[in-house]
């Protein structure tokens, strides 16, 4: 343990922490749902998946395997020919 730390379980008496009034939970999570790449699965899924790199093998696999989709442009093209 590293000197000056104290083994008491108090906080000192700077720390005013009703002076930062009431939290409010979930006050960013908007904002960092909006910028984040992060997705949530169902435990049902998750258990099939193991990790990381077991869902992109899978998902990867069915983008392969897609039809492409065809575009308004090419559509078009095709007509003009």
Same mark, same amino acid.
């Given at each position: @343990?590293? +000197?000056?730390?104290? *083994?008491? *379980?108090? @906080? #000192? ?11 409010? #939970?979930? +006050?960013?999570?908007?904002?960092? @749902?909006?910028?984040?790449? &992060?997705?949530? &699965?169902?435990? *049902?899924?998750? /258990? ?14 069915? &983008? /392969?395997? %897609? ?9 078009? +093209? %095709?007509?003009? #020919?």
């Amino acid at each position: @343990m590293k +000197k000056g730390l104290r *083994d008491s *379980d108090e @906080m #000192r008496p700077e720390y005013d922490f009703e002076a930062l009034g009431p939290g409010v #939970r979930g +006050k960013h999570y908007a904002q960092l @749902m909006a910028k984040s790449n &992060i997705v949530r &699965i169902a435990p *049902d899924v998750h /258990a099939v998946f193991p990790n990381e790199q077991a869902v992109n093998t899978a998902l990867r696999g069915l &983008i /392969a395997k %897609r039809k492409p989709k065809r575009t308004k442009a090419s559509g078009a +093209k %095709r007509a003009a #020919r």
